[in-house]
């Protein structure tokens, strides 16, 4: 059964400290992997997206990581801000018809 | 455990005419979420239901509507179809806090 799955759940750490979001799926066959920020009330917003040959994306603060291999992927956030408080939503697209399998989000909030 | 559940998975229709999309939310699941995903595009919220009254709305064109029904499972009524309605349309339904996706309808408007 195709699934996506989040950890943790959700996150509390300090305005300025890093953190990673893990993201397991096992969605096959695997045509690509997108984070996205979420904030309340309003949809999605991409991040990432990553094919099966790309390791490494960064956009800004956030870089990503895709391990085809073991099917894991990971979002780190650097020098967080107030800002970044928002859900985080992992999505692998299972086939060209752009089958999205979505995770549950990682719910991260900044503190000052 | 059981998913968010979205019907039809694929729906091809003429400009005019009129669809509607299924969304059955978790089970106990009190809120729905529904969103558009045009080609190459993020996801744009529509509108959201809680407890069955409509609770926010996004970027719906008056063309649309939706309503979420007693036993939760919500309905996006889609009239006068344009060609720019072709998207993905996501459902998602959540309790508390997490948001749960649905695997989408792709409508084709022709």
């Known amino acids: 059964k195709n699934q996506v799955e989040q950890s943790p759940q959700s996150l509390i750490i300090l305005e300025g400290k890093n953190c990673t979001l893990q993201?397991?799926?096992?969605?096959?066959?695997?045509?690509?992997l997108r984070w996205y920020k979420q904030d309340t009330g309003r949809g999605p917003v991409s991040l990432t997206i990553?094919?099966?040959s790309e390791n490494t994306k960064s956009n800004g603060r956030y870089t990503a990581t895709l391990d085809a291999d073991t099917k894991q992927s990971s979002l780190h956030i650097t020098a967080s801000q107030l800002s970044d408080s928002a859900s985080y939503i992992c999505v692998v697209s299972s086939d060209s018809n752009y089958q999205l399998i979505w995770g549950a989000g990682t719910k991260l909030i900044i503190k000052p | 455990a059981a998913g968010v559940i979205q019907s039809p998975r694929h729906l091809i229709k003429e400009k005019r005419e009129t669809a509607t999309l299924k969304c059955y939310p978790i089970p106990r699941h009190d809120t729905v979420y529904w969103y558009q995903q045009g080609p190459g595009q993020d996801p744009q919220f529509l509108i959201s239901f809680y407890e069955k009254m409509q609770s926010d709305k996004g970027s719906i064109p008056d063309r649309f509507s939706a309503q979420q029904f007693s036993d939760y499972h919500s309905e996006l009524n889609m009239s006068s179809l344009e060609l720019g309605d072709s998207a993905l349309y996501f459902c998602?339904?959540?309790?508390?806090?997490?948001?749960?996706f649905g695997p989408g309808t792709r409508l084709t408007v022709t």
């Open positions: 993201c397991n799926y096992t969605v096959s066959p695997f045509s690509n």
């Open positions: 990553m094919t099966f």
């Open positions: 998602a339904s959540s309790t508390h806090s997490e948001q749960y």
